[in-house]
């Protein structure tokens, strides 16, 4: 499989497979093909994990899109404004924030995890449940705005607004902190909850939270 990256503001992944090849997204995640691909859905991963995903934000079944000639294409595009990011799972894998998969070969997996503190998680909103992938090959992320790639140290320690971090390395601990102070709770403008993430391993955080962004729109959309 190879793939090239198409458009900045809102971009799509384009991916050449040869014959035999096959891709994987959420329900409607694919925007164009060539002539030569074969579409199935399925729930992959059991029923188990399909309702997994479906807490993760993903949908319950998956489209498979298998190259059936060679040098066939499909793209698959971002939902929002944002960045791609390619990642190689053969590397150790990755956990990633609900909603960030947007496609991967068939040699990767996918299931939902769960923060060891389930009340921290469930109040903390988008850090509750996240999802894991696995295996080998490639997966493709989606960003809100830009990208921004950190590599923690044994013991660093990062804190990030929760819908703004995209993935983290297994080997990087994850837990859901309360912001500290009365007044910084209610006049500080930045919610109750900060994710605090402890090396070592890479962290991937993205410059928007979409989420964020829509609320404040709707927002000025009651006050008018």
């Given at each position: 499989m190879r793939y090239t990256i198409i458009g900045q503001t809102v971009p799509a992944v384009e991916c050449e497979l040869n014959a035999g090849e096959s891709m994987f997204t959420q329900s409607g995640g694919m925007i164009w093909?060539?002539?030569?691909?074969?579409?199935?859905?399925n729930a992959r991963g059991g029923l188990g994990r399909s309702l997994g995903r479906m807490f993760t934000g993903e949908s319950i079944f998956?489209?498979?899109?298998?190259?059936?000639?060679?040098?066939?294409?499909?793209?698959?595009?971002?939902?929002?404004?944002?960045?791609?990011?390619?990642?190689?799972?053969?590397?150790g894998g990755l956990i990633c924030q609900k909603g960030a998969f947007l496609c991967a070969e068939q040699t990767v997996d996918l299931k939902a995890v769960f923060t060891k503190k389930i009340l921290s998680g469930f109040f903390g909103g988008e850090g509750f449940i996240l999802q894991q992938l696995f295996g080998s090959g490639m997966a493709f992320l989606e960003v809100d705005g830009d990208m921004v790639e950190k590599t923690l140290a044994p013991g660093e320690i990062?804190?990030?607004?929760?819908?703004?971090?995209?993935?983290?390395?297994?080997?990087?601990?994850?837990?859901?902190?309360?912001v500290k102070g009365l007044g910084n709770i209610f006049l500080g403008g930045e919610g109750l909850f900060l994710t605090k993430l402890v090396g070592p391993g890479k962290v991937i955080l993205q410059t928007q939270n979409f989420n964020d962004f829509a609320g404040r729109i709707l927002s000025l959309g009651v006050k008018k």
């Amino acid at each position: 499989m190879r793939y090239t990256i198409i458009g900045q503001t809102v971009p799509a992944v384009e991916c050449e497979l040869n014959a035999g090849e096959s891709m994987f997204t959420q329900s409607g995640g694919m925007i164009w093909q060539s002539q030569g691909i074969k579409m199935s859905t399925n729930a992959r991963g059991g029923l188990g994990r399909s309702l997994g995903r479906m807490f993760t934000g993903e949908s319950i079944f998956m489209a498979n899109y298998t190259a059936e000639v060679q040098g066939a294409k499909i793209a698959f595009g971002a939902t929002v404004p944002g960045s791609l990011v390619p990642v190689n799972i053969s590397n150790g894998g990755l956990i990633c924030q609900k909603g960030a998969f947007l496609c991967a070969e068939q040699t990767v997996d996918l299931k939902a995890v769960f923060t060891k503190k389930i009340l921290s998680g469930f109040f903390g909103g988008e850090g509750f449940i996240l999802q894991q992938l696995f295996g080998s090959g490639m997966a493709f992320l989606e960003v809100d705005g830009d990208m921004v790639e950190k590599t923690l140290a044994p013991g660093e320690i990062l804190k990030v607004d929760t819908g703004n971090v995209v993935a983290f390395e297994p080997t990087v601990q994850y837990e859901i902190e309360t912001v500290k102070g009365l007044g910084n709770i209610f006049l500080g403008g930045e919610g109750l909850f900060l994710t605090k993430l402890v090396g070592p391993g890479k962290v991937i955080l993205q410059t928007q939270n979409f989420n964020d962004f829509a609320g404040r729109i709707l927002s000025l959309g009651v006050k008018k």
